[in-house]
């Protein structure tokens, strides 16, 4: 019986997106769930929440760009010719197939790569004419692909070199489509082979309007930084307001008294959840402001300790470069910076306490030094 190629062509969506996400939300989840809202809002008696409200929650969103290089469709046909090429070289059996290999034309086809990626300027009908090339030197390795796997009884191919085939097929399939239909947009569009869980998330931002690695939503709780929703599509950060909330009340016991967002956060509905807590959102209001209102307007320095905390994250620990291949492995990267920031901020806490312990336990008297035996033995404990 011969065996066929178990690769579905007809499927758009990438088939290795979703293998990794149930271990992402397992890596980022722990015991803590998020509170239920509704039903904290509906069991409200008459007593005000607002007495039971503390501290100020920031929220905000930023995008943690992958280690790759900036992906265009021609480098990612290339790429993927390569890649064909190394999977006929693998299944080529002399004794199945014959003495003379398919022709692939490697050496046309990087040629003509190399002629269009090596012009400093190219127009918009070069690069569409280059990128056409590639797609029919890929089409035709694919089909060798598919020859070379039909004289096979047992499918070949371990488990890693048929998720690059699978990839492939996506890749071809999606160029395919953008190149007959002229666009750039398509969905769950992969830009690197070796990352196909990698998606392009515009930020509209002035040094990189569009990242590429996924998109997180952190919270910021005197100082100290919560992963609050992680996900490589992009997504609407107002959608997760009210589940950061939640989170906050399953962390910490009560609510926060106050929360400072930014404009996207601050929908009507969210509004309206926020009010019947009883939790004072600090952002501009809707509609034309009254003098009372504008009091409670969110300035621009006041958001800007998350603001620097992904800063202090991207510059100094690397989170501007998440070097892991697998999304996994990302996720734990990502996990293990917020990690290191929350150890930095308590070793600062401890230093500063550690110096008011000792000037408590030292104190000057008639030009020298005495000890505070009683703060001494209450340090000790302490350190215990």
Known sequence: MIHRN???KKQNAPPVQNDDLDDNNGILETDIKAAPVEENMEQKDGQSSQKQNKGKLLMDATVTPQNITFPTDLKLLNAARKKSEQL?????????????KVRTYRKVARK???????KKRKTAKEIYKA?????RFLKRNLAHIDFLLSAYKKFPLKHKEQKYLMVLHTVYEQQEEMHR???HRIDYRIVNIHQPHVRPIVRGKENAKTEFGSKVQMSLVSGFTFIDHLSWEAFNEGRYLIDSVGKYKSR???YPAEVLADQIYCTRENRKQLKLLDIKLIAKPLGRPSAQAVKVHLSPGERNPIEGKFGQAK??????KIRAKLSTTSTSW?????????LVKLTRQALVRLIFSIKNILSKKNNGWIININYTYKMLDWLR
Request: hydrophobic share 45%.
């Open 6 to 8: 178990p690769v579905n």
């Open 88 to 100: 006929i070289d693998i299944l080529y059996d002399p004794l199945l197939h014959g003495k003379k």
């Open 315 to 320: 510059v100094a620990y690397g989170l501007n």
């Open 252 to 254: 910490f016991g009560f």
């Open 131 to 135: 990128n056409g090339r590639q797609l």
């Open 334 to 342: 990502i996990a293990a910076i917020a990690l290191v920031l929350n």
């Open 181 to 183: 239909t002229h666009t």
């Open 112 to 118: 003509y790569f190399l002629d269009s990626a090596k």
